[in-house]
Each structure stands twice: as structure tokens, then as C-alpha cells.
């Protein structure tokens, strides 16, 4: 698709992107002395017409989350390519396999844990985890149903959905970049998919996992040998954490190391993955043509969501500012 196609979609994505929270807004709410006030600020932003609501029931998961589903809605409509959305909804979908097929291995419901963002209604997942085939979904989603379902007859284990979709998720999203073929986009792909793959050794590592696990469930999508990664597992979070300061993530691992035991910690790996992406994304900010604005203006509402959530989580549980604030992510509208 030519770059030129996007040219009405990412006008009117500069005007979204106007409406992004400022860093001087959420300031003010960690500022704040309770969380209702913190939940004022917002009368002065897009979210004033919820303010009223979130100051009766509290209940700011709810008001996120449709949020999030408004802004998906809106960018699939708005979207010359609805595959570009999908890259970012592919992660809600996912969720929502492993939910459909944990509802159907225990016989429980399940139903209040799905996350109506997707390409797709639900009752297209539902038939095909049912039936094993779908006219309507594309076959990335068919070989991951169908290879939950092969090991769902062999093992009956829940656990082998978790990591069967964890490791399909980043294969179907390699596939989407290649089917929008565009080389910014397949190149942030593999990006994501390094970052995520460095996040998930580190945690591996912590764990104590051993190579088979590794094997599992890290992707081979991205642009690190999946094997440098897994020889990576046998070693410490020091001794990791000094090789990969050598390699083309150095800057991410330093910045991840701790000071004191120059360990590779997986909290700053996650904080600093984010905030990595969140620099690529920013990146969108000077292009008037092409895919990358749509996809980073739908990032940095993921992240401002984020950014809120942790802010009213923080004001519930009266949590130390500087405890919160060291948890939240790079913000694209500041």
C-alpha cells in the first residue's frame, strides 16, 4: 500500500494526538492528595465526561478499558489497512484464546476475563476452538487454534495453552507485518519481538528455567538467534547482563542492570523495553505519509492508559509517589 494512502487517517491522528495527556497533567495527578482528587485533574482532558462517574464508583478499570475499546473501534474504521490495528489488538485476542480454551478444558465461564478488542466478534473464536476450522478468520489464527487443540488432546494441560499462544502471538504478528509489507513496519516488529524475547530471558533466568523452557517459549520472529538467546539461559543475571551489554541492545541492558549488584533486573528490563518502544514510536511524530503515525498514536494510548492505571492504583492503595512514578512508562505526549 502506497505511503500516500495514510495521508487522511494521519491527519486526523494529529488532531488525536493533541488529546494525549500532557506530562504536566499526570504530574498533577501523582501530586494529588487522594484519589479523588487526582480523578479531577481530568475535567481539564478528553476523559472530563467520565470524571463525575469515576468519582462515584471508583471503578477506573471499567472507565479504561472502554477507553481503549472506543480508541480500537475508531482506528479500525479509520484505518486504510485494518491489519496495521490488528497488530496492536493481536495481544487482546490472544488473551482471549487462552480464555476460550481454558473455559472449555475446566467447563467454568470465564466470560468477565475477555477483552471485547479484535478484529473479529468473539463468536468467530468461539466456533473455531469449537470446530477446529473458521471461514472467517485468517489461517494464523487456525494454525494456533488448531495447535492448542492437537496438544489439548495429547496432554490436558492447562499450561500448554499459555505457552503454546504466547509463542503463536509473536509468530501471527511476524506474519501480519509480512502481510502489510511494509519494511518500517516489519522492522519495529522484529524490534518488539527482540525487546519482549530479552524481557522474558531475564525472567527465565531469575526463574531458574531450564533450556527446554527457553526453547518453548521464546520466539524465533525477531532479528536475535533464537539460540543466542537460549545459550544466554545457562548463565547469571550478571554474566547475561554483560554479554548483552555488548550487543545492539546495549544501551536497554545497561540502563536494566542494578547498581548495586550489576545484575540484569527483569522490572527495568520491562521499563526499559517500553520506553524503547515508546522512543521508536516517537519517531512517528515527524512523518506526514506511510503506516507508522496510526500504529503510534494507538501505542500511546496503550500507554496512557497504562500511565493512568498505575497513577489510580497508586492514589487506592496510597502508594509512595516516587513509587509509582518509577513505574510509569515514556509518555508520548509530553
Known amino acids: ?41 481530568l475535567r481539564d482532558t478528553p476523559y472530563r465526561n467520565d470524571v463525575d462517574e469515576l468519582l462515584e464508583t471508583r ?25 496495521l490495528v490488528e497488530l496492536f489488538s493481536l495481544r487482546y485476542t490472544y488473551h482471549n484464546l487462552k480464555v476460550l480454551f ?31 476450522k473458521s471461514a472467517e478468520l485468517d489461517q494464523a489464527y487456525i494454525d494456533s487454534i488448531q495447535e492448542v487443540l492437537v496438544a489439548e488432546e495429547e496432554y490436558h494441560s492447562i499450561q500448554s495453552v499459555d505457552i503454546i499462544l504466547d509463542r503463536r502471538y509473536f509468530t501471527h504478528l511476524r506474519w501480519l507485518a509480512e502481510k502489510i509489507d511494509d519494511r518500517e513496519i516489519i522492522d519495529f516488529v522484529k524490534y518488539y519481538i ?97 503506516a507508522l503515525p496510526l500504529l503510534a498514536f494507538i501505542h500511546a494510548k496503550e500507554t496512557e492508559v497504562k500511565n493512568l492505571r498505575m497513577i489510580f492504583a497508586g492514589k487506592e492503595n496510597n502508594l509512595p509517589i516516587e513509587s509509582v512514578r518509577e513505574r510509569m512508562r515514556m509518555n508520548y505526549g509530553s
Not at 488532531?15 to 484519589?35: K, P
Request: proline share 5%; charged share 30%.
Open 1 to 41: 500500500m502506497r505511503d500516500t494512502a495514510f495521508a487522511g487517517s494521519n491527519a486526523r491522528i494529529r488532531v488525536y494526538e493533541s488529546q494525549l495527556l500532557q506530562n504536566d497533567q499526570f504530574e498533577r495527578m501523582l501530586q494529588a492528595n487522594s484519589f479523588e482528587e487526582a480523578a479531577r485533574v
Open 59 to 83: 471503578d477506573y478499570d471499567e472507565l479504561l478499558s472502554k477507553e481503549l475499546q472506543r480508541v480500537y473501534d475508531e482506528m479500525f474504521s479509520l484505518s486504510p489497512d485494518p491489519a
Open 102 to 132: 481454558k473455559a472449555r478444558m475446566t467447563g467454568e465461564n470465564f466470560d468477565s476475563m475477555l477483552i471485547p478488542i479484535g478484529k473479529n466478534p468473539m463468536s468467530d473464536y468461539r466456533q473455531a476452538i469449537e470446530i477446529g
Open 194 to 290: 527482540d525487546l519482549n524475547n530479552l524481557s522474558t530471558l531475564s525472567r527465565a533466568i531469575k526463574q531458574r528455567k531450564n533450556r527446554n523452557f527457553l526453547v518453548t517459549i521464546l520466539s524465533s520472529s525477531g532479528n536475535i538467534p533464537k539460540e543466542t538467546l537460549v545459550e544466554l539461559g545457562k548463565e547469571s543475571l550478571e554474566t547475561a547482563g554483560k554479554l548483552l551489554s555488548e550487543g545492539p541492545f546495549a544501551s536497554i541492558v545497561q540502563d536494566s542492570l542494578d547498581p548495586e549488584t550489576h545484575e540484569l533486573s527483569p522490572v527495568k528490563v520491562d521499563l526499559e523495553t517500553d520506553n524503547a518502544i515508546m522512543d521508536k514510536m516517537k519517531e512517528a511524530k515527524l512523518q506526514p505519509f506511510g
